[in-house]
C-alpha cells in the first residue's frame, strides 16, 4: 500500500519555540491533510491543501503542499503547551474515492515544556 | 457545534465474544467510515459506507468484522469473535459527501483480555 514517511517522530520543545515536521510519499496525491489527537481523542483536521505548492495558514498554523506532490509540511509558530498532541500527516481518497478514506503517516509526539 | 459520537468509551471483553461499538454521525452525512488505532501506532483505515452498503474495506476488515446502520441515527462495528489483537482504539467517523472532510468521533477503547 502507499506509504507516508512523516518526521520527525518527536519532538521535545521550549513554549514559544517554531516547529516543524514534514511528510512525504514515493506516490503524487492530489490532496494532504493535517490532523491534531489529543490524549482521549480522535484526530481533528487542522489543515487541508489540494493543489501543488499550496501554502495556507491556520492561526499560528502554516501547511504547504510541496510542488511534486510528494510531500507536505506543518509548521507551528510560537508553541504554547496546549500544542502538546500527536500530529498526522495523511491523504484522502483520490480519483473519485470517498475524501474520508484516509491513509495517516506515523505522527509526530509534540511535547511542548513551559 | 455538530459532532459524531461513540459509545461505549471504553469496552472490555473477554477473547472469542462478539462486540459492538456504536456510533452516531453527524446528522446530515451520508458517509461513514470506521477507524483502527492500535496503541502508539498510526490510525488506521477500516471501512468506508454509503447508501447502506460498504463502498471500501481495507485488508483488516475481514470476516470477523461487520458494519451496519440499524436505524436513521445510528452506525455500528461488530467484531463476531474477538482476538487480544483486536484490541485498539476504534474510531467512527462521518461526511456529508465523498468530497468533504470526515469529523472523527472521540473512539472506543477495546481492550480484549
Known amino acids: 500500500g502507499q506509504q507516508l514517511n512523516q518526521s520527525p517522530q518527536s519532538m521535545f520543545i521550549q513554549e514559544g519555540e517554531d516547529v516543524s515536521m514534514n511528510c512525504t510519499s514515493s506516490s503524487i496525491f492530489n490532496t494532504w491533510l493535517w490532523y491534531k489527537q489529543e490524549p482521549g481523542e480522535g484526530p481533528v483536521l487542522l489543515i487541508a491543501l489540494y493543489k501543488a505548492g499550496e501554502l495556507t495558514s491556520n492561526g499560528r498554523l502554516t501547511a504547504q503542499f510541496g510542488i511534486t506532490r510528494k510531500d507536505s509540511f506543518l509548521n507551528i509558530s510560537a508553541s504554547i503547551p496546549s500544542d502538546v498532541g500527536i500530529y498526522f500527516c495523511a491523504r484522502s481518497g483520490d480519483g473519485g474515492t470517498s475524501y474520508g478514506k484516509l491513509t495517516f503517516g506515523q505522527g509526530t509526539i509534540l511535547t511542548v515544556h513551559p | 457545534e455538530p459532532e459524531v459520537t461513540q459509545t461505549p468509551s471504553h469496552q472490555v471483553t473477554q477473547m472469542g465474544q462478539e462486540v459492538i461499538l456504536r456510533c452516531v454521525p453527524i446528522?446530515?452525512?451520508?458517509?461513514f467510515y470506521w477507524y483502527r488505532q492500535i496503541l502508539g501506532q498510526k490510525v488506521e483505515f477500516l471501512v468506508s459506507?454509503?447508501?447502506?452498503?460498504?463502498?471500501?474495506k481495507s485488508e483488516i476488515f475481514d470476516d470477523q468484522f461487520s458494519v451496519e446502520r440499524p436505524d436513521g441515527s445510528n452506525f455500528t462495528l461488530k467484531i463476531r469473535s474477538t482476538k487480544l489483537e483486536d484490541s485498539a482504539m476504534y474510531f467512527c467517523a462521518s461526511s456529508e459527501a465523498w468530497y468533504t472532510e470526515a469529523f472523527f468521533g472521540q473512539g472506543t477503547r477495546l481492550t480484549v483480555v
Open positions: 459506507f454509503y447508501n447502506n452498503e460498504i463502498s471500501e
Open positions: 446528522s446530515n452525512h451520508l458517509y
